[in-house]
């Protein structure tokens, strides 16, 4: 992680280390050179004073030294003389040696008296000051003989200066050495005391700035922080479901897509589970969003807890989910764990203030026996998982190859019947209703049926959903109304008995606003009066929105057509609505009548339904009656009319008509309870 003050730690130990170098070298050449200026000058007056007090005395002496032998140059008596007056001349002053030396680089006279004699012609500084400048260095000594005596470790400095004539020429290079020691541990004092004093400021300066940087650096540290919840929320959103908390779609290719490559290796098993509420969307209409999202959750919940831990969990979206089983030992295991999911989901919930269940369709697929890719397999779930629908819900379906089969057949029946309608290929079945007990008809159903030039004579359970799906149902419904009304005024202009036709209606034709038009401009043209019109709607269609519902039921009654609910019982029916529903007639759903005799509860609800619909003042009708038994339980339960094969099954327009004329002719062959005593 990026620190700031780490940086900024060592930026400024830097550059305080840097700054102080600079400044103490500064400082160090400065005071040097201002003190080597003034002990030069002081040199130099010292010099002058000597020049003009004894100098008078040994000029000629000096002048004339180059033709005096070498080792005589020490005895004379003018050396002896000179040291005399040096050191009158120096005594209290810190010069600690003196040289004269003539214009041949000599040394004549040196208060050392080793030195007589030598020949400095060849140092700079003699040559500078023979040139008539002055030269002066600095010097650190450790040991030095000054004045008959050693001194040491010195700070010396040492100047060459010519002593001139009247006229100015040069006539003489006098060597000064003085030391300057304690003026250079002066300096080195000050030199330290500014160091530490600037170091200090700059200490200060350092801890100042350092907070501010420590606080910067907070700051920073929590934006990243911030910044990096942001990403991962970020990140977690756009895999979760925000609903339930599970992985969503985009997470399960992706680990689908892992598990499979895994398994392609280590030769294991892979089932995939692909649910499907049943009926979510009636409860969420019906109960609100809330009660939906509630429900979800449970479910979702409940699928968590039965899922192992390497299970994996998914949200598709709406109320699909998909579980992923990872390392299958036996494709059996994976309908194990489908039918403890489905059995998990089916108990009752708590939503809100309902009690409710609901079921769950479940598609399995197995790779690789079943596909060997990421879009295989879920197809292959989706395609089980709607057969698990078709076969009743609340199951669950493997996946077979023939289910690719039924998928193109689908599709060719979906191509062929966007042709169905212009090729005249529909046509109307019919089945009588009849009277309880006398067994009277008393009213007839028009069923759709389709000749399939390929496969001949199709009932809609294999091609209404498509008409449904691809929005079909809405010209073939009307081409039903219309048929069923002018065949219904064909039979009453015939003669045979007035009764009422009775035409299903499906969901999406009843959402669509024109209904109430088609209905009214097709007993106009049929010229059949509308109370021998009655239209069958499901319970679903009229919970999903109850208000739109009410307002396209009374706006039907109006017109005068009969209205009732189809397969009453199965649904979702509320009962807080159904005295507000402008219905007439309520037909009990054919799953109870078929178990009447089996089930007590089946029963006990067929009663309760007949119940209900005295007490409301509806009529009532039970479908799918097949046996006597059924019919003499209907009839002492209170219910009065009934429709089923025991009577007709449903028939062609021609042979309906002929039941009707032996009706008319008081011939009639449908069973009567009265009869069957
Ligand atoms: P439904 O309205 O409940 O129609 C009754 C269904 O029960 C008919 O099936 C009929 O043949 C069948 N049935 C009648 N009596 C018995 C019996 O005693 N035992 C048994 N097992 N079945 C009996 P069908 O004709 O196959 O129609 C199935 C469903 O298709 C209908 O159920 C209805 O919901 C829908 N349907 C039929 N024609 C149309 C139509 O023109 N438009 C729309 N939207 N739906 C239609
Ligand atoms: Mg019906
Ligand atoms: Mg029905």
Known sequence: MFKLSRYFSIASFLAIGAVITVLSLYYRNNTTDALMAHQTRSNVSLAKTFANTVWPRYEGFVRSASEIPKAELPQRKEIDALRADVVAQMKGLNVVKVKIYNLDGLTVFSTDAKQIGVDKSDNTGFQKARRGDVASSITFRNEFYAFERYIVDRNLVTSYIPVRKDDGTVEAVFELYSDVTDLVEELNRTQTQIIVVVSIALGLLYVFLYLIVKHADKIISTQDQVRRENEDRVRYQAYHDSLTGLPNRVNFGERLGETITRAKRTKNLVGLLYFDLDRFKVVNDSLGHDAGDQLLRVVAKRIQDIARESDMVFRMGGDEFTVILENLRHAEDAARVAQRLIDSIAESIQLFDHRMTVTASIGIAIFPTDATDVDALVKGADAAMYRAKQAGRNTYA?????????????????????????????????????????????????????????????????FLSILEDTRLIIPVGEWVIRTACQQNKLWQDAGLIHTRISVNVSASQFRDKSLVKIVREILNEAGLEPRFLELELTEDLLIEDTYGAIEMMNELKEIGVFLSIDDFGSGYSSLNYLNQFPVDILKIDRTFISNLMTERKDAEITHAIASLAHALNLGLIAEGVENEEQLEFLHSHGCDEAQGFLFSEPVPAEEFGRLLSAEESGNSSLKSVAESH
């Open 398 to 462: 493997t996946y077979t190859a023939d289910l690719n089969i039924q998928a193109i057949e689908r599709f060719t029946l979906e191509t062929e019947l966007q042709h169905a309608l212009k090729n005249d290929e529909f046509m109307l079945y019919y089945q009588p209703k009849v009277s309880l007990p006398s067994g009277q008809i008393v009213g007839m159903e028009a069923l759709l049926r389709w000749k399939n030039p390929r496969l001949g004579l199709l009932t809609p359970d294999k």
